[in-house]
């Protein structure tokens, strides 16, 4: 049998092979462990389901996530928003809170009183951030704006100077007023603080208010016979569900009876009224995607505080100003962050 040398070169090629494939197939093994984890945690998508109240806040929910976009959630990618909306239908809100509950999503952002009430009477768990809250305290939505406790969060526009600036300005725009009617629906808990403020503002300004009572559409026409009654000689119309679905017709009696009227939804202006002042909506709908944002990083809802408006905007509409025989003061023009022409 013949021999096989092996020289030493032969030798030292093997064992630094030998060497070579131990540290490689402990690698290899954990990339292997590793990759599929890692592909699983890249896909998770996040769901998240919008409860709306109508069509009165459809726009706005493109701000919403242009504000997920620029904090990385991609629709479809890593995140999923699926719409809910009640169509002015207060009543609905109760099923469609039950059925996102049922779902078992990640996040619910409610938009209205009468949303996140919904929303915190189906789950006490499921995490939820609001807006378009003027004061979720009185509500019951929160025990407090800095330790909202239990599972709900969000962006309140309630700010202690918005009802006065509102009187304050409708007093400049109308010198001679003297009776101011208030537009507001008392079903809804998160107006009775607003109204409370409204009533301190006026004894400043010794301004008379009258409360005029809007429940629903049947009582439209009859708050605008009161206001005659009453010789009031301009309106405040507060912000609600109820009432900004009877947006069309608050507008034209208003214009009808020569009514200069202030809104807190720069949608009425936008619609054909006169003025509004308050919160840039479209701001707080952006600032809720910072909420998600913490909420699925692992926040509690508990441990963040309910944020206040910081941005707010006055647009005036001088068509309407025109179609009611009313001159709007420079002085009060020239603060307008928007004209209607």
Known sequence: MDRVLIGSNDIKFKSAFRNLKSAILPGALLFALCFPAQAQQSTKISRIRYLNPGNVFSARIETFRQGLRELGYIEGKNIAIEYRSADSKLERFSDLASELVRLKVDVIFAVSTPAVLAAKNATKTIPVIFTNIGDPVTAGVVASLARPGGNITGLATLSPELSGKGLELLKETVPKVSRVGVVWNPDNPGKTSGLKDTEVAAQALRLQLQSLEVRGPNDVEPAFQAARRKQIGALI???????????????????????????????????????????????LFRRAATFVDKILKGAKPADLPVEQPTKFELIINLKAAKQIGLTIPPNVLARADKVIR
Do not use: H
């Open 237 to 283: 119309v507060l912000r609600d569900v109820v009432i900004n679905r009877e947006t069309k017709p608050i507008l034209e009696l208003a214009r009808k009876n020569r009514l200069p009227a202030i809104y807190s939804d720069r949608d009425f202006v936008d619609n054909g009224g006169l003025m509004s002042y308050g919160p840039n909506i479209d701001d």
